[in-house]
């Protein structure tokens, strides 16, 4: 498929700089399945339009909330089916979502702990001083 140059698009390096991946992560979504395949230009060379840097800030969104590579590559293929796939898609996410509500809840007793042992080395250190 070709990319018309009148057509707004970004090379790889700018769509990776964009969504805050490096190249070879980019690259590798798309080798994984994760990112359909992507326009080029008369020169072959890949051309991101703004529905792909879309994808690629959802997906980027859904790795660094914790989903499984192997459950992003299930929502690529679920989203390719279309409409038909809507409510698999939600439950996918609705999943996702409670394991990271879970993770937060986790994340704030963590944080209690932390900040029990900041106040105890910050009254150490006044009752030195």
């Given at each position: 498929?070709?990319?018309?140059?009148?057509?707004?698009?970004?090379?790889?390096?700018?769509?990776?700089?964009?969504?805050?991946?490096?190249?070879?992560?980019?690259?590798?979504?798309?080798?994984?399945?994760?990112?359909?395949?992507?326009?080029?230009?008369?020169?072959?060379?890949?051309?991101?339009?703004?529905?792909?840097?879309?994808?690629?800030f959802l997906l980027?969104?859904?790795?660094?909330?914790?989903?499984?590579?192997?459950?992003?590559?299930?929502?690529?293929?679920l989203a390719r089916?279309?409409?038909?796939?809507?409510?698999?898609?939600?439950?996918?996410?609705?999943?996702?979502?409670?394991?990271?509500?879970?993770?937060?809840?986790?994340?704030?007793?963590?944080?209690?702990?932390?900040?029990?042992?900041?106040?105890?080395?910050?009254?150490?250190?006044?009752?030195?001083?």
């Amino acid at each position: 498929m070709d990319i018309s140059t009148r057509e707004t698009s970004l090379s790889v390096g700018e769509a990776a700089e964009r969504v805050g991946l490096t190249t070879y992560t980019l690259r590798w979504y798309e080798q994984e399945g994760l990112v359909a395949p992507v326009g080029r230009d008369s020169a072959g060379r890949r051309r991101y339009t703004e529905s792909d840097v879309d994808w690629l800030f959802l997906l980027t969104r859904l790795r660094r909330t914790g989903m499984p590579v192997r459950d992003m590559r299930r929502y690529a293929e679920l989203a390719r089916q279309g409409d038909r796939t809507l409510g698999a898609r939600r439950a996918l996410f609705e999943a996702h979502r409670a394991r990271v509500l879970a993770r937060m809840a986790d994340l704030r007793e963590d944080l209690k702990v932390l900040d029990y042992k900041i106040d105890a080395y910050r009254r150490a250190e006044a009752e030195l001083a």
